[in-house]
């Protein structure tokens, strides 16, 4: 069992940034490859960031390239997303979620989450 949970969330204007964290305790964690999905009221979840398993490279919605960065800390079992330029379509709870090895960026292709952290982004 891996357990997650996410910080950071808040409000904020458009044009701020946020820096949303995800501690992960359990199984060892680098056995497990990280993204970060996100859920806006009536919509479905759509991935937002991942990290390979391969190399841990890390890869991007269209709709956050150039504005997100997602990042993973090893040493203290983390994995943070970086949001600037901020706007109000990002808002949204924020998940973080975890796959043992393998790969693809659906929902079920991640077997552990996060209870979620509220991003809210003011015009």
């Known amino acids: 069992q891996v357990q997650l949970v996410e910080s950071g969330g808040g409000l904020v204007q458009a044009g701020d940034s946020l820096r949303l964290s995800c501690a992960a305790s359990g199984r060892l964690f680098t056995n497990y490859r990280m993204a970060w999905f996100r859920q806006a009221p009536g919509q479905e979840r759509e991935f937002v960031s991942g990290?390979?398993?391969?190399?841990?490279?890390?890869y991007y919605a269209d709709s956050v390239r150039d504005r997100f960065a997602i990042s993973r800390d090893n040493a203290k079992n983390t994995v943070y997303l970086q949001m600037n330029s901020l706007t109000p379509e990002d808002t949204a709870v924020y998940y973080c979620?975890?796959?043992?090895?393998?790969?693809?960026?659906?929902?079920?292709?991640?077997?552990?989450w996060g209870q979620g952290t509220q991003v809210t982004v003011s015009s």
């Open positions: 979620a975890a796959a043992y090895r393998g790969q693809g960026d659906g929902t079920t292709d991640f077997q552990y």
């Open positions: 990290l390979t398993w391969t190399l841990n490279k890390p």
